[in-house]
């Protein structure tokens, strides 16, 4: 499994990572963008209970709270989730999404109590990509 460090997330690491994904000003582009989208497709997501999966430094989660979304991540790279800005620490987990006792954390997190209570939105930027063919499946 690749190890998602520094490295990944500056240097570009050894499966193609990012460079400077801390300064990357086309993050907020894309993310307004993303949520344009939803919009013109009648996705109101204000309130609404949100996942970020493979969360990264937790930008996304940043900005969708920013706009009134009750978002919240979950990332497997100890690194970036170091680097999460303390205003959204309370949102973010470090974790697996593909592992059930870990998903079952991040949705206690969000308080979807209840096995039947699931996130409104689940939002996967880069993470699935990153699964060998099993655990992509398994994730589905």
Not at 75 to 88: F, G, H, L, M, W
Request: proline letters at 1%.
């Amino acid at each position: 499994m690749p190890i998602y460090d520094e490295n990944y997330f500056n240097d570009g690491g050894d499966v193609g990572g990012y460079t400077n994904y801390d300064g990357n000003v086309n993050l907020l582009k894309t993310y307004a963008q993303l949520v344009t989208r939803l919009g013109e497709l009648s996705v109101a997501i204000t309130s609404k209970k949100v996942l970020d999966i493979g969360c990264g430094y937790g930008f996304l989660v940043k900005y969708l709270v920013s706009l009134g979304v009750d978002a919240y991540g979950i990332d497997s790279s100890e690194y970036a989730i170091s680097q999460v800005p303390v205003e959204i620490q309370d949102r973010i987990i470090f974790g697996d999404a593909t592992v059930e006792v870990d998903f079952i954390r991040i949705k206690e997190l969000a308080g979807l109590i209840k096995k039947n209570d699931k996130f409104d939105l689940i939002i996967d930027q880069d993470m699935i990509v990153c699964l060998n063919d099993v655990d992509a499946k398994i994730s589905m």
